[in-house]
Protein backbone atom coordinates (compact mmCIF):
# COMPACT_ATOMS: atom_id res chain seq x y z
CA UNK A 1 0.00 0.00 0.00
CA UNK A 2 1.31 3.53 -0.98
CA UNK A 3 1.55 6.41 1.31
CA UNK A 4 -1.00 7.92 -1.19
CA UNK A 5 -3.96 4.98 -0.59
CA UNK A 6 -3.13 4.79 3.64
CA UNK A 7 -4.29 8.20 3.58
CA UNK A 8 -6.97 7.43 1.35
CA UNK A 9 -8.11 4.55 3.50
CA UNK A 10 -7.85 6.82 6.47
CA UNK A 11 -5.09 4.95 7.74
CA UNK A 12 -1.57 6.43 9.65
CA UNK A 13 1.32 4.83 8.57
CA UNK A 14 4.83 5.11 10.44
CA UNK A 15 6.07 7.86 7.95
CA UNK A 16 2.80 10.14 8.82
CA UNK A 17 3.50 10.12 12.28
CA UNK A 18 7.45 10.82 11.51
CA UNK A 19 7.00 13.56 9.41
CA UNK A 20 4.39 14.74 12.01
CA UNK A 21 6.51 14.82 14.80
CA UNK A 22 9.29 16.76 12.49
CA UNK A 23 6.97 19.15 11.11
CA UNK A 24 5.23 20.21 14.59
CA UNK A 25 1.72 19.56 12.64
CA UNK A 26 -1.09 16.79 13.46
CA UNK A 27 -0.42 13.82 11.96
CA UNK A 28 -4.00 14.73 9.79
CA UNK A 29 -2.57 17.61 8.52
CA UNK A 30 0.30 15.18 6.61
CA UNK A 31 -2.37 12.38 6.33
CA UNK A 32 -4.62 15.16 3.86
CA UNK A 33 -1.87 16.28 2.04
CA UNK A 34 -0.70 13.37 1.07
CA UNK A 35 -4.55 12.75 -0.06
CA UNK A 36 -5.09 15.17 -2.04
CA UNK A 37 -1.27 15.83 -3.55
CA UNK A 38 0.37 18.42 -1.92
CA UNK A 39 2.30 16.78 0.53
CA UNK A 40 4.68 13.94 -0.64
CA UNK A 41 6.94 11.59 1.68
CA UNK A 42 9.34 10.26 -0.70
CA UNK A 43 10.71 6.72 1.06
CA UNK A 44 11.06 4.09 -1.38
CA UNK A 45 8.83 0.61 0.14
CA UNK A 46 12.26 -0.81 0.62
CA UNK A 47 13.83 1.46 2.67
CA UNK A 48 10.21 2.72 4.52
CA UNK A 49 10.65 3.92 8.31
CA UNK A 50 14.39 4.62 7.69
CA UNK A 51 14.28 8.28 7.08
CA UNK A 52 10.97 10.00 6.57
CA UNK A 53 10.85 13.13 5.14
CA UNK A 54 7.61 15.37 4.49
CA UNK A 55 7.82 18.09 1.30
CA UNK A 56 4.85 19.95 0.62
CA UNK A 57 2.58 22.82 1.62
CA UNK A 58 2.60 23.50 5.16
CA UNK A 59 5.82 22.28 6.01
CA UNK A 60 9.89 23.26 6.47
CA UNK A 61 11.11 24.29 3.11
CA UNK A 62 13.65 20.98 2.16
CA UNK A 63 17.19 21.24 0.75
CA UNK A 64 18.12 18.66 -2.06
CA UNK A 65 22.18 18.66 -2.57
CA UNK A 66 23.63 16.69 -5.63
CA UNK A 67 26.62 14.41 -5.60
CA UNK A 68 27.85 11.91 -8.03
CA UNK A 69 30.70 11.14 -10.22
CA UNK A 70 31.60 12.07 -13.93
CA UNK A 71 33.57 10.54 -16.35
CA UNK A 72 36.91 12.94 -15.84
CA UNK A 73 36.38 12.64 -11.91
CA UNK A 74 35.34 8.78 -10.65
CA UNK A 75 35.88 7.05 -7.05
CA UNK A 76 32.61 6.22 -4.68
CA UNK A 77 34.74 7.39 -1.82
CA UNK A 78 35.06 10.94 -3.32
CA UNK A 79 31.64 10.66 -3.54
CA UNK A 80 30.75 9.19 0.07
CA UNK A 81 32.57 12.01 1.10
CA UNK A 82 30.55 14.13 -0.63
CA UNK A 83 27.34 12.72 1.30
CA UNK A 84 28.63 13.15 4.45
CA UNK A 85 29.44 16.71 3.91
CA UNK A 86 25.65 17.60 2.05
CA UNK A 87 24.10 15.46 5.71
CA UNK A 88 26.79 17.13 8.23
CA UNK A 89 25.80 20.93 6.82
CA UNK A 90 21.87 19.38 7.13
CA UNK A 91 20.90 18.49 3.55
CA UNK A 92 17.54 16.65 3.91
CA UNK A 93 17.98 14.52 0.69
CA UNK A 94 20.79 14.16 -1.96
CA UNK A 95 20.55 12.85 -5.51
CA UNK A 96 23.04 10.74 -6.77
CA UNK A 97 23.79 12.05 -10.38
CA UNK A 98 26.86 10.13 -11.65
CA UNK A 99 27.89 9.48 -14.99
CA UNK A 100 31.15 8.20 -14.82
CA UNK A 101 32.62 4.42 -13.74
CA UNK A 102 30.46 2.17 -11.99
CA UNK A 103 27.19 4.15 -11.89
CA UNK A 104 25.44 1.10 -10.10
CA UNK A 105 27.97 0.27 -7.64
CA UNK A 106 28.72 4.24 -6.68
CA UNK A 107 24.34 4.40 -6.56
CA UNK A 108 24.24 1.52 -4.55
CA UNK A 109 26.99 2.87 -1.51
CA UNK A 110 25.35 6.04 -1.50
CA UNK A 111 21.61 4.33 -0.63
CA UNK A 112 23.56 2.22 1.86
CA UNK A 113 25.59 4.75 3.73
CA UNK A 114 22.94 7.68 3.64
CA UNK A 115 20.53 8.74 6.44
CA UNK A 116 18.30 11.19 4.06
CA UNK A 117 16.48 9.78 1.11
CA UNK A 118 18.07 9.47 -2.19
CA UNK A 119 16.95 10.35 -5.54
CA UNK A 120 18.74 9.66 -8.94
CA UNK A 121 17.93 10.50 -12.53
CA UNK A 122 17.40 6.87 -14.35
CA UNK A 123 18.10 8.41 -17.69
CA UNK A 124 21.54 9.00 -17.19
CA UNK A 125 21.88 5.43 -16.90
CA UNK A 126 20.36 3.89 -19.72
CA UNK A 127 21.86 6.67 -21.82
CA UNK A 128 25.64 5.54 -20.40
CA UNK A 129 24.49 1.63 -21.20
CA UNK A 130 23.83 1.91 -24.90
CA UNK A 131 27.41 3.99 -25.20
CA UNK A 132 29.11 1.10 -23.38
CA UNK A 133 27.78 -0.95 -25.24
CA UNK A 134 29.71 0.62 -28.71
CA UNK A 135 26.18 2.33 -29.60
CA UNK A 136 25.32 5.48 -30.22
CA UNK A 137 23.13 7.41 -26.90
CA UNK A 138 20.18 7.72 -29.23
CA UNK A 139 20.23 3.92 -30.24
CA UNK A 140 19.03 3.03 -26.61
CA UNK A 141 15.98 1.57 -26.63
CA UNK A 142 12.51 2.24 -24.90
CA UNK A 143 13.10 -1.02 -22.57
CA UNK A 144 16.49 0.22 -21.70
CA UNK A 145 14.87 3.24 -20.35
CA UNK A 146 12.76 1.55 -18.35
CA UNK A 147 15.00 -1.07 -17.41
CA UNK A 148 16.92 1.87 -15.91
CA UNK A 149 14.21 3.12 -14.33
CA UNK A 150 13.47 -0.12 -12.32
CA UNK A 151 17.06 -0.75 -11.58
CA UNK A 152 17.15 2.34 -9.61
CA UNK A 153 13.71 1.76 -7.83
CA UNK A 154 15.11 -2.10 -6.99
CA UNK A 155 18.04 -0.81 -5.16
CA UNK A 156 16.05 1.58 -3.04
CA UNK A 157 15.84 4.88 -4.44
CA UNK A 158 13.36 7.09 -2.87
CA UNK A 159 12.75 9.73 -5.98
CA UNK A 160 13.51 9.77 -9.38
CA UNK A 161 13.72 12.69 -11.68
CA UNK A 162 11.66 11.53 -15.03
CA UNK A 163 11.43 13.43 -18.09
CA UNK A 164 8.00 13.10 -19.17
CA UNK A 165 7.07 16.22 -20.55
CA UNK A 166 9.36 17.10 -23.15
CA UNK A 167 7.34 16.02 -26.02
CA UNK A 168 8.18 15.91 -30.16
CA UNK A 169 5.98 19.03 -30.32
CA UNK A 170 9.30 21.14 -28.15
CA UNK A 171 11.45 20.00 -31.00
CA UNK A 172 9.78 22.67 -33.56
CA UNK A 173 8.96 24.91 -30.55
CA UNK A 174 12.84 25.03 -29.59
CA UNK A 175 13.49 25.55 -33.77
CA UNK A 176 11.10 28.36 -33.70
CA UNK A 177 11.67 30.77 -30.29
CA UNK A 178 15.25 31.49 -30.97
CA UNK A 179 16.31 30.10 -27.29
CA UNK A 180 19.79 32.39 -26.42
CA UNK A 181 21.25 28.80 -24.59
CA UNK A 182 18.84 26.04 -26.30
CA UNK A 183 18.31 23.38 -23.61
CA UNK A 184 20.66 23.02 -20.54
CA UNK A 185 19.28 19.73 -18.81
CA UNK A 186 21.01 17.19 -19.60
CA UNK A 187 17.63 14.68 -19.24
CA UNK A 188 16.12 16.90 -21.41
CA UNK A 189 18.86 16.91 -24.49
CA UNK A 190 18.97 12.96 -24.22
CA UNK A 191 15.26 12.81 -24.86
CA UNK A 192 14.97 16.10 -27.38
CA UNK A 193 17.90 13.85 -29.42
CA UNK A 194 16.26 10.25 -28.85
CA UNK A 195 13.04 11.67 -30.37
CA UNK A 196 14.82 13.02 -33.54
CA UNK A 197 16.85 10.62 -34.16
CA UNK A 198 14.13 7.59 -33.81
CA UNK A 199 11.27 9.70 -35.21
CA UNK A 200 9.24 8.55 -32.23
CA UNK A 201 7.52 10.41 -28.67
CA UNK A 202 9.07 10.60 -25.42
CA UNK A 203 8.64 7.02 -24.84
CA UNK A 204 8.35 8.10 -20.94
CA UNK A 205 5.26 9.97 -21.86
CA UNK A 206 3.76 7.96 -24.21
CA UNK A 207 4.24 4.68 -21.75
CA UNK A 208 3.53 7.11 -18.56
CA UNK A 209 1.11 4.55 -17.07
CA UNK A 210 3.65 1.95 -16.98
CA UNK A 211 6.18 4.63 -15.51
CA UNK A 212 3.31 5.49 -12.86
CA UNK A 213 2.63 1.31 -12.28
CA UNK A 214 6.59 0.96 -11.85
CA UNK A 215 6.18 3.72 -8.91
CA UNK A 216 3.42 3.22 -7.54
CA UNK A 217 4.78 -0.36 -6.59
CA UNK A 218 7.70 0.70 -4.99
CA UNK A 219 6.11 3.44 -3.10
CA UNK A 220 8.44 6.10 -4.97
CA UNK A 221 7.83 9.77 -5.70
CA UNK A 222 8.33 11.09 -9.12
CA UNK A 223 9.75 14.08 -9.82
CA UNK A 224 8.90 15.47 -12.88
CA UNK A 225 11.81 17.34 -14.41
CA UNK A 226 12.06 20.70 -15.91
CA UNK A 227 13.60 19.39 -19.38
CA UNK A 228 13.26 22.45 -20.95
CA UNK A 229 14.02 25.21 -17.78
CA UNK A 230 15.69 28.49 -18.89
CA UNK A 231 19.73 28.19 -18.55
CA UNK A 232 19.91 31.96 -18.82
CA UNK A 233 17.78 35.04 -17.84
CA UNK A 234 17.06 35.71 -21.39
CA UNK A 235 15.00 32.27 -21.93
CA UNK A 236 13.06 32.64 -18.53
CA UNK A 237 9.33 32.32 -18.43
CA UNK A 238 9.14 31.57 -22.49
CA UNK A 239 6.77 29.90 -24.18
CA UNK A 240 9.22 26.41 -24.01
CA UNK A 241 9.16 26.14 -20.63
CA UNK A 242 5.59 27.23 -19.92
CA UNK A 243 4.35 24.42 -22.61
CA UNK A 244 6.46 21.78 -20.72
CA UNK A 245 4.35 23.44 -17.52
CA UNK A 246 1.50 22.42 -19.37
CA UNK A 247 2.37 19.07 -19.96
CA UNK A 248 3.54 18.56 -16.20
CA UNK A 249 0.22 19.70 -15.12
CA UNK A 250 -1.77 17.16 -16.64
CA UNK A 251 0.71 14.59 -15.35
CA UNK A 252 0.41 15.20 -11.88
CA UNK A 253 -3.10 14.93 -11.84
CA UNK A 254 -2.68 11.14 -14.09
CA UNK A 255 -0.22 10.56 -11.11
CA UNK A 256 -2.54 11.73 -8.31
CA UNK A 257 -5.19 9.48 -10.01
CA UNK A 258 -2.63 6.64 -10.07
CA UNK A 259 -1.90 6.91 -6.01
CA UNK A 260 1.45 7.87 -7.16
CA UNK A 261 3.71 10.44 -4.98
CA UNK A 262 4.57 13.49 -7.56
CA UNK A 263 6.23 16.46 -7.20
CA UNK A 264 7.56 19.40 -10.12
CA UNK A 265 10.39 20.83 -10.92
CA UNK A 266 11.03 24.24 -11.16
CA UNK A 267 13.28 26.81 -13.44
CA UNK A 268 16.96 27.51 -12.93
CA UNK A 269 18.04 30.87 -14.38
CA UNK A 270 14.98 33.43 -13.55
CA UNK A 271 15.29 37.23 -13.01
CA UNK A 272 14.36 37.99 -9.35
CA UNK A 273 10.80 39.64 -10.60
CA UNK A 274 9.95 36.69 -12.26
CA UNK A 275 10.27 34.09 -9.45
CA UNK A 276 6.75 34.74 -7.62
CA UNK A 277 4.85 34.62 -10.77
CA UNK A 278 6.46 31.30 -11.98
CA UNK A 279 6.06 29.38 -8.62
CA UNK A 280 2.36 31.03 -8.52
CA UNK A 281 1.97 29.51 -12.18
CA UNK A 282 3.45 26.00 -11.09
CA UNK A 283 1.10 25.93 -7.94
CA UNK A 284 -2.01 26.62 -10.21
CA UNK A 285 -1.51 24.58 -12.97
CA UNK A 286 -0.21 21.56 -11.18
CA UNK A 287 -3.00 21.54 -8.41
CA UNK A 288 -0.55 22.63 -6.26
CA UNK A 289 1.42 19.70 -6.16
CA UNK A 290 4.98 20.19 -4.26
CA UNK A 291 7.47 22.31 -6.33
CA UNK A 292 11.18 21.84 -6.41
CA UNK A 293 13.12 24.42 -7.69
CA UNK A 294 16.93 24.28 -8.89
CA UNK A 295 17.90 27.75 -7.13
CA UNK A 296 16.55 29.69 -9.23
CA UNK A 297 19.39 31.59 -10.02
CA UNK A 298 18.93 35.51 -10.05
CA UNK A 299 21.99 36.39 -12.49
CA UNK A 300 24.12 34.42 -14.89
CA UNK A 301 26.96 36.42 -14.04
CA UNK A 302 28.13 35.00 -10.21
CA UNK A 303 30.27 32.16 -11.39
CA UNK A 304 32.43 30.98 -8.43
CA UNK A 305 29.59 32.49 -6.39
CA UNK A 306 26.80 31.05 -7.91
CA UNK A 307 25.42 29.20 -4.47
CA UNK A 308 24.71 33.45 -3.40
CA UNK A 309 22.38 33.96 -6.56
CA UNK A 310 20.69 30.71 -6.17
CA UNK A 311 20.44 31.13 -2.23
CA UNK A 312 18.41 34.38 -2.97
CA UNK A 313 16.42 33.13 -6.08
CA UNK A 314 15.47 29.94 -3.67
CA UNK A 315 14.63 32.75 -0.39
CA UNK A 316 12.20 34.15 -2.98
CA UNK A 317 10.94 31.12 -4.43
CA UNK A 318 10.06 29.69 -1.21
CA UNK A 319 8.33 32.68 0.48
CA UNK A 320 6.17 32.43 -2.64
CA UNK A 321 5.05 28.90 -1.98
CA UNK A 322 8.08 26.77 -3.18
CA UNK A 323 8.56 23.42 -1.19
CA UNK A 324 12.00 21.94 -1.87
CA UNK A 325 15.19 24.02 -3.16
CA UNK A 326 17.99 22.24 -4.93
CA UNK A 327 21.43 23.65 -3.82
CA UNK A 328 23.95 25.56 -5.89
CA UNK A 329 27.51 25.28 -5.49
CA UNK A 330 30.25 27.74 -5.91
CA UNK A 331 31.81 25.82 -8.55
CA UNK A 332 28.57 25.44 -10.64
CA UNK A 333 28.97 25.96 -14.84
CA UNK A 334 32.85 25.51 -13.41
CA UNK A 335 33.40 22.15 -12.38
CA UNK A 336 32.35 19.00 -10.14
CA UNK A 337 31.76 20.05 -6.84
CA UNK A 338 34.20 18.90 -4.09
CA UNK A 339 33.08 18.39 -0.68
CA UNK A 340 33.41 22.20 0.61
CA UNK A 341 31.69 22.65 -2.19
CA UNK A 342 28.79 20.93 -1.00
CA UNK A 343 29.03 22.00 1.95
CA UNK A 344 29.08 25.54 1.42
CA UNK A 345 26.11 25.00 -1.54
CA UNK A 346 23.79 23.48 1.34
CA UNK A 347 24.79 25.98 4.02
CA UNK A 348 23.37 28.62 1.43
CA UNK A 349 20.33 27.35 0.42
CA UNK A 350 19.21 26.41 4.35
CA UNK A 351 20.15 29.89 4.67
CA UNK A 352 17.30 30.58 2.21
CA UNK A 353 15.09 27.80 2.81
CA UNK A 354 14.87 29.24 6.53
CA UNK A 355 14.47 33.12 5.89
CA UNK A 356 11.24 31.43 3.71
CA UNK A 357 10.16 29.55 6.13
CA UNK A 358 9.50 32.69 8.33
CA UNK A 359 7.93 34.26 5.82
CA UNK A 360 5.44 30.71 5.85
CA UNK A 361 5.13 31.08 9.60
CA UNK A 362 6.67 27.68 9.35
CA UNK A 363 6.39 25.98 13.17
CA UNK A 364 9.75 27.18 14.91
CA UNK A 365 11.24 28.96 12.66
CA UNK A 366 10.71 32.41 14.05
CA UNK A 367 11.51 30.94 17.18
CA UNK A 368 14.98 29.94 16.62
CA UNK A 369 15.56 33.52 15.76
CA UNK A 370 14.50 34.75 18.61
CA UNK A 371 16.27 32.30 20.68
CA UNK A 372 19.60 33.50 19.01
CA UNK A 373 18.63 36.96 19.32
CA UNK A 374 18.01 36.85 23.31
CA UNK A 375 21.49 34.98 23.09
CA UNK A 376 23.32 38.06 22.14
CA UNK A 377 21.70 40.22 24.04
CA UNK A 378 22.65 38.05 27.07
CA UNK A 379 26.80 38.31 24.97
CA UNK A 380 26.12 34.09 25.67
CA UNK A 381 28.48 32.94 22.86
CA UNK A 382 28.68 29.31 23.67
CA UNK A 383 24.76 29.53 22.93
CA UNK A 384 25.22 32.06 20.12
CA UNK A 385 27.56 29.27 18.55
CA UNK A 386 25.20 26.68 19.04
CA UNK A 387 22.34 28.51 17.77
CA UNK A 388 24.19 29.31 14.63
CA UNK A 389 22.59 27.53 11.48
CA UNK A 390 26.69 25.93 10.66
CA UNK A 391 27.78 26.09 14.22
CA UNK A 392 31.70 24.55 13.04
CA UNK A 393 32.56 27.95 10.52
CA UNK A 394 30.83 30.25 13.49
CA UNK A 395 32.53 28.88 16.12
CA UNK A 396 36.13 28.67 13.81
CA UNK A 397 35.85 32.64 12.99
CA UNK A 398 35.06 33.22 16.61
CA UNK A 399 38.26 31.47 18.22
CA UNK A 400 40.26 33.02 15.46
CA UNK A 401 39.67 36.59 17.40
CA UNK A 402 41.49 37.39 20.90
CA UNK A 403 38.93 40.00 22.33
CA UNK A 404 40.51 41.68 24.83
CA UNK A 405 37.56 41.42 26.40
CA UNK A 406 35.99 37.80 26.45
CA UNK A 407 32.94 38.11 27.09
CA UNK A 408 32.55 40.86 23.76
CA UNK A 409 34.15 40.51 19.68
CA UNK A 410 36.55 42.02 18.19
CA UNK A 411 34.58 43.87 15.85
CA UNK A 412 33.09 46.66 18.48
CA UNK A 413 35.12 45.86 21.87
CA UNK A 414 34.67 48.07 24.43
CA UNK A 415 32.01 49.85 22.43
CA UNK A 416 29.83 47.24 22.36
CA UNK A 417 26.16 48.58 22.07
CA UNK A 418 24.29 45.87 23.50
CA UNK A 419 26.80 45.71 26.48
CA UNK A 420 25.99 49.59 27.04
CA UNK A 421 22.56 49.70 27.00
CA UNK A 422 22.54 47.16 29.60
CA UNK A 423 24.29 49.62 31.60
CA UNK A 424 21.82 52.32 30.92
CA UNK A 425 18.59 49.76 31.08
CA UNK A 426 19.73 48.55 34.26
CA UNK A 427 19.66 49.70 37.79
CA UNK A 428 22.26 52.04 38.65
CA UNK A 429 24.89 51.24 41.30
Known amino acids: MTQVEAARQGKITDEMRVVAEREKRPVAFISEGLKNGTIVIPVNRLRRGKYALGIGAGLATKVNANIG ?12 EKLRAAIDAGADTVMDLSTGGDIDAIRDGVIQASTVPV ?12 VRSKRAMVEMTEDEIFGSIERHLKSGIDFVTVHCGVTRSAIERLKQCGRLTD ?20 P ?6 DLLEMARSYDATLSLGDGLRPGSLADATDLLQVSELVVLGELVK ?9 MVEGPGHVPLNEIEANVLMEKKMCG ?10 VTDVSAGYDHIAGAIGGAVAAAAGADFLCYVTPSEHLRLPDSKDVREGVIASRIAAHAADIVKRIP ?13 KALDWKRMLDLAIDPERASKLRESSHPQDATLCTMCGEYCAMKKVKGVLGPKQ
Not at 255 to 261: D, G, I
Open 204 to 209: LYSRYD
Open 254 to 262: RAQTAAVQV
Open 119 to 130: GSVPIYGAAITA
Open 364 to 376: GAAEWDRSMSEAR
Open 69 to 80: SSSDEISLETEL
Open 183 to 202: VVSRGGSFMLEWMYYNDKEN
Open 288 to 297: DAPFYVLGPL
